[in-house]
Antibody
Framework: QVQLKETGPDLVQLTQTLSITCTVSGFSLTTYNVHWVRQPPGKGLEWMGAMWNGGGTDYNSAFKSRLSISRDTSKSQVFLKMNSLQTEDTAKYFC?????????????WGQGASVTVSS | DIQMTQSPASLSASLGETVTIECRASEDIYNGLAWYQQKPGKSPQLLIYNANSLHTGVPSRFSGSGSGTQYSLKINSLQSEDVASYFCQQYYDYPYTFGAGTKLELK
């Protein structure tokens, strides 16, 4: 059974760094791509970036150099790290898997990690 | 970036009714379009990909159509479990972008 689960802090201080882990099961990170998508409260979805199955990454330029995505295939984990957090980064952060053969189509999602940026 | 303009922002319909949600891309996305359903407090669920391909397990009352820059999601015979928000997403080019969403409620 395909599963993704995000774990991270509920609260992060203004200007600090956010770290969230996505632990997956039921599939291999060397076969499937994993994306990070966020959703501010009551708002829409924003694609942040991806960890490709070959180990490369792509980022939404909206996050400039604040965002870093990495992985540990031995632990089936993908990591999101974003620095210089602002109040507008308050959101639910999802990791999601690519649908077989369709890069960018996300067929399995984690439950999301809700993060509040506080001053 | 490709902008996705989704309409309407909200929609109220009766059980059994047919509803249509539209999505317009700022440039041709060559059918690289997906639709997701999101219920309150839950994560998005894939409904349609490739503009008109029904994802496994999705009821056949959902259908997608369109080409070029204009796409739509149709729900036939609306059921109570269809109350949700719906998002379109283009995956033709980076960064992948989503529409702002349509909130579907029962009348």
């Amino acid at each position: 059974q395909v599963q993704l689960k995000e774990t991270g802090p509920d609260l992060v201080q203004l200007t600090q760094t956010l770290s969230i882990t996505c632990t997956v099961s039921g599939f291999s990170l060397t076969t499937y791509n994993v994306h990070w998508v966020r959703q501010p409260p009551g708002k829409g979805l924003e694609w942040m970036g991806a960890m490709w199955n070959g180990g490369g990454t792509d980022y939404n330029s909206a996050f400039k150099s604040r965002l870093s995505i990495s992985r540990d295939t031995s632990k089936s984990q993908v990591f999101l790290k974003m620095n210089s957090l602002q109040t507008e980064d308050t959101a639910k952060y999802f990791c999601a898997r690519d649908y077989d053969g369709y890069w960018g189509v996300m067929d399995a999602w984690g439950q999301g990690a809700s993060v509040t940026v506080s001053s | 970036d490709i902008q996705m303009t989704q309409s309407p922002a909200s929609l109220s319909a009766s059980l059994g009714e047919t509803v249509t949600i539209e999505c317009r891309a700022s440039e041709d996305i060559y059918n690289g379009l997906a639709w997701y359903q999101q219920k309150p407090g839950k994560s998005p669920q894939l409904l349609i990909y490739n503009a008109n391909s029904l994802h496994t397990g999705v009821p056949s009352r959902f259908s997608g159509s369109g080409s070029g820059t204009q796409y739509s999601l149709k729900i036939n015979s609306l059921q109570s479990e269809d109350v949700a928000s719906y998002f379109c997403q283009q995956y033709y080019d980076y960064p992948y972008t989503f529409g702002a969403g349509t909130k579907l409620e029962l009348k």
